[in-house]
């Protein structure tokens, strides 16, 4: 994912603003003149309006680091989108259409390409990516993880525009039975 720069721009910009804000309150609160009864001049600090001023600036400072964070925030959020999925395993429909439930054609060779690589690796951030090799069927994969529990294969349709995991069984025995031949 590329780098936020606006948002790291615009954090380093609220600390200036505090540490600023901080010193220009200090030399304005020390500006203050006073006279001593012989004719004398005597330079104080007036500490309320330092406090003031300088309590002002750092809820300005702080007010555009929160920007900056939302800011990534969003970003990181925006960057994770095509992953997300739109049900979980427990929660789909009861009734599945026809083609979901066909079993594709066998292909011949294909092998993966960067994109599907980048949309497993996506999909699969938590864990350890072993091996990732192409099926015998055009658009299935096999995923070997690793994991706290230990090393285990998982079957990725990468055809659409975010890798899922299998849920159609007739799929996933032929692939898994096609890797256990290879091994």
């Not at 951030?125 to 230990?150: F, H, N, R, T, W």
Request: glycine letters at 8%.
């Amino acid at each position: 994912m590329k780098q936020n720069i606006l948002g790291r721009i615009i954090f380093w910009f609220g600390i200036a603003v505090i540490v600023i804000g901080i010193i220009q309150a200090y030399i304005m609160a020390s500006n203050t003149f006073y006279d001593d009864g012989f004719g004398h001049q005597e330079v104080r600090i007036e500490w309320r309006f330092f406090f003031q001023m300088a309590f002002q600036y750092l809820v300005d400072g702080m007010i555009i680091i929160g920007i900056s964070e939302v800011i990534k925030l969003l970003h990181n959020a925006n960057g994770k989108i095509s992953g997300l999925k739109l049900f979980k395993a427990d929660n789909r429909p009861e009734h599945q259409s026809d083609i979901a439930n066909e079993v594709p054609e066998q292909s011949s060779d294909w092998k993966l390409e960067e994109m599907d690589v980048e949309k497993i690796y996506e999909l699969y951030s938590d864990a350890a990516i072993i091996e990732l090799l192409p099926s015998q069927m055009e658009g299935y994969c096999v995923v070997k993880l690793q994991k706290d529990e230990g090393a285990f294969i998982k079957i990725v349709d990468v055809g659409g525009f975010s890798a899922q995991e299998v849920q159609n069984p007739e799929i996933k025995k032929k692939v898994t039975d096609w890797y256990n031949d290879r091994i």
